[in-house]
T-cell receptor, first 113, second 114 residues
Framework: KAGVTQTPRYLIKTRGQQVTLSCSPI?????VSWYQQTPGQGLQFLFE???????NKGNFPGRFSGRQFSNSRSEMNVSTLELGDSALYLC????????????FGSGTRLTVV | DAKTTQPNSMESNEEEPVHLPCNHS???????IHWYRQLPSQGPEYVIH???SNVNNRMASLAIAEDRKSSTLILHRATLRDAAVYYC???????????????FGPGTSLSVIP
């Protein structure tokens, strides 16, 4: 069974630009969650999607957005990048509607210069 | 959001057992207790989970207090590859209609001494 795939693995962007990150969940998993991880703040919850609907949202500004497609693949977008957005962005998929936990991807390392 | 508290760091000698504690005094009756660990430069990986009874798998054991307000992850023989940050989290409730946020605390950074 293929794992959670995140692309790209590494990304360098300039302040003010926007970026789109992609996550392909495990086949059959309908829930996709996104987390931002920085050394200072740890794992911070961004949002969760289930069946193309946002179910939960963390405390991030509106520059952070996401969506989920009918095949459960998800994208997150960050507009007007700031230096502080440099982080590891992790995607986790689950069939949590059956009470199961997460499988994480390896993440996308975003560096904003 | 259900919260957990864990020690910031712990040390263990190689090949000795490790007991990683977690307090979750506000746990609801329908919350599972999950443990994940994150090795350097990787995403978190699932370790074990339980609801009320103690659980064992090939990676670890999970001991859950009778009142469910605390739990302990037990690594029976620590190896250098077990050095990681260990997270104890709640949610993934058995209630299929509930979708609380899954919040990760800072976790416990485990160092294994050769």
């Amino acid at each position: 069974k293929a794992g959670v795939t995140q692309t790209p693995r590494y990304l360098i962007k300039t302040r003010g630009q926007q970026v789109t990150l992609s996550c392909s969940p495990i086949s059959g998993h309908r829930s996709v969650s996104w987390y931002q991880q920085t050394p200072g703040q740890g794992l911070q919850f961004l949002f969760e999607y289930f069946s193309e609907t946002q179910r939960n949202k963390g405390n991030f500004p509106g520059r952070f957005s996401g969506r989920q497609f009918s095949n459960s693949r998800s994208e997150m977008n960050v507009s007007t990048l700031e230096l502080g957005d440099s982080a590891l962005y992790l995607c986790a998929s689950s069939d949590r509607d059956r009470g199961n936990g997460y499988t994480f991807g390896s993440g996308t390392r975003l560096t904003v210069v | 959001d259900a919260k957990t508290t864990q020690p910031n760091s712990m040390e263990s000698n190689e090949e000795e057992p490790v007991h990683l504690p977690c307090n979750h005094s506000t746990i609801s009756g329908t919350d599972y207790i999950h443990w994940y660990r994150q090795l350097p430069s990787q995403g978190p990986e699932y370790v074990i989970h339980g609801l009320t009874s103690n659980v064992n798998n090939r990676m670890a054991s999970l001991a859950i207090a009778e009142d469910r307000k605390s739990s302990t992850l037990i690594l029976h023989r620590a190896t250098l590859r077990d050095a990681a940050v260990y997270y104890c989290i709640l949610s993934f409730t058995i209630l299929k209609t509930s979708y609380d946020k899954v919040i990760f605390g800072p976790g416990t950074s485990l160092s294994v001494i050769p």
